[in-house]
């Protein structure tokens, strides 16, 4: 299993940024995909997901700001971040599992994940 993570960058508030994640070495069209980020002394916590059958999961302040997205061709996870704001600053990683995550557990139960990608929103 490889995810590789790109896309992060420095953006002013109220700006956008698409992350993407690339896999490999599994079926990715089956297995579930997420985002989780690293925000600086605090936990890793999740941001959103989106299962095989394209069931898409928000949490916390991605709630009607960020969108999942996956493109089964091209192995790649997707997520467009709107309107963001200085606490959208992290590492933003994505992960894997099969067939879906438990969204009640903490992201660190899950062995997969990717390298993450710096997203910081300053002015």
């Known amino acids: 299993v490889q995810l590789v993570e790109s896309g992060g960058d420095l953006v002013q508030p109220g700006g956008s940024l698409r992350l993407s994640c690339a896999a490999s070495?599994?079926?990715?069209?089956?297995?579930?995909m997420a985002w989780a980020r690293q925000v600086p002394g605090k936990g890793l916590e999740w941001v959103s997901g989106?299962?095989?059958?394209?069931?898409?999961y928000y949490f916390g302040s991605a709630k009607g700001r960020f969108s999942i997205s996956r493109d089964n061709a091209k192995n790649t996870v997707y997520l467009q971040m709107n309107s963001l704001k200085p606490e959208d600053t992290g590492v933003y990683s994505c992960a894997t599992v099969y067939p879906a995550f438990d969204w009640s557990s903490s992201p660190t139960e899950y062995s997969y994940w990717g390298q993450g990608t710096q997203v910081t929103v300053s002015s």
């Open positions: 070495g599994f079926p990715f069209s089956i297995f579930a």
């Open positions: 989106i299962n095989g059958d394209n069931r898409t």
